[in-house]
């Protein structure tokens, strides 16, 4: 079965850094691109960044440089991604997706985690 | 990078046509034809419905049409069903191999 499964829920204080993992099943979890997108309660979708599975390169968005770390393991075909000094409005629902064309990054989404909420709080 | 903008919110009839534009920069929309459409319904992950500015994927009813002109892309829903009640949000390639989504809107099938 073709799927992204996402680590579970996390409460974190601020100042803290946070893990989000995702685990490839059903397909060559190196083929294609990794990407993570973000949305806070009631807001729209955030582009945060790629990973090649590959390669182990990545791209971040610009807000999140210096904050975000994306990796992977591939003998495990599991993605990463840490957010490091969070605040509260990092509070939100991030999603792993895998971009539609293989070996290519094109931000064409096609397959979805179901998201992993993270609450940031005192 | 800003978001894509898009309009808060669309509605129509059952069996009308709606169309939500989505509307950014020759950096963005304008400069590359890698547009692509998500449709959300609440507390689930987006689904793709147009890649490519017009292509649908296996499985997109062909009532979902993409578009662009200039700056601006657009998505299309023709025949308004109940099931089309959802929010949508477009997402482009933006340069140095970033993307960028838009605001996000609101279809309301009346």
Known sequence: ???????????????????????????????????????APGQG??????????????????????????TRDTSISTAYMELSRLRSDDTAVYYCARDLIAAAVYWYFDLWGRGTLVTVSS | QSALTQPRSVSGSPGQSVTISCTGSSSDVGGYNYVSWYQQHPGKAPKLMIYDVNKRPSGVPDRFSGSKSGNTASLTISGLQAEDEADYYCCSYAGTYKGVFGTGTKVTVL
């Open chain 1, 1 to 39: 079965q073709v799927q992204l499964v996402q680590s579970g829920a996390e409460v974190k204080k601020p100042g803290a850094s946070v893990k989000v993992s995702c685990k490839a099943s059903g397909f060559t979890f190196t083929g294609y691109y990794m990407h993570w997108v973000r949305q």
């Open chain 1, 45 to 70: 979708l955030e582009w945060m960044g790629w990973i090649n599975p590959t390669s182990g390169v990545t791209n971040y968005a610009q807000k999140f440089q210096g904050r975000v770390t994306m």
